[in-house]
Nanobody, 123 residues
Framework: VQLVESGGGLVQAGGSLRLSCAAS????????MGWFRQAPGKEREFVAA????????NYADSVKGRFTISRDNAKTTVTLQMNSLKPEDTAVYYC????WGLGATTVGRYDYWGQGTQVTVFS
């Protein structure tokens, strides 16, 4: 599975960005998909995940109510809509695929990763 993120950029606090993750090489229809982020000097942390079966979603407390994860019907693209962005959201955002399909919150449960896309929020 190859994952390619897009949509990152520079945005003022309070603004919005929409990240996309395109999958290829193998169907991800039975995989859970997640978004993680990593700020300089910090560990990679969970942001959001969506399971494959009925699309259950899970969010980190820090982004609940502001971010929305979704996947298209063909299940080849996963998006992360980010609203009300804050400077502390600044990080490299990574898309990941979990073959177990459950939408785990830990890095180790994901077998496939994209290269990441930079999100910078300035005040």
């Amino acid at each position: 599975v190859q994952l390619v993120e897009s949509g990152g950029g520079l945005v003022q606090a309070g603004g919005s960005l929409r990240l996309s993750c395109a999958a290829s090489g193998r169907t991800i229809s039975t995989y859970a998909m997640g978004w993680f982020r990593q700020a300089p000097g910090k560990e990679r942390e969970f942001v959001a995940a969506i399971s494959w079966r009925i699309g259950n979603t899970n969010y980190a407390d820090s982004v609940k109510g502001r971010f929305t994860i979704s996947r298209d019907n063909a299940k080849t693209t996963v998006t992360l809509q980010m609203n009300s962005l804050k400077p502390e959201d600044t990080a490299v955002y990574y898309c990941a695929a979990d073959p177990w399909g459950l939408g785990a919150t830990t890095v180790g449960r994901y077998d496939y990763w994209g290269q990441g896309t930079q999100v910078t929020v300035f005040s």
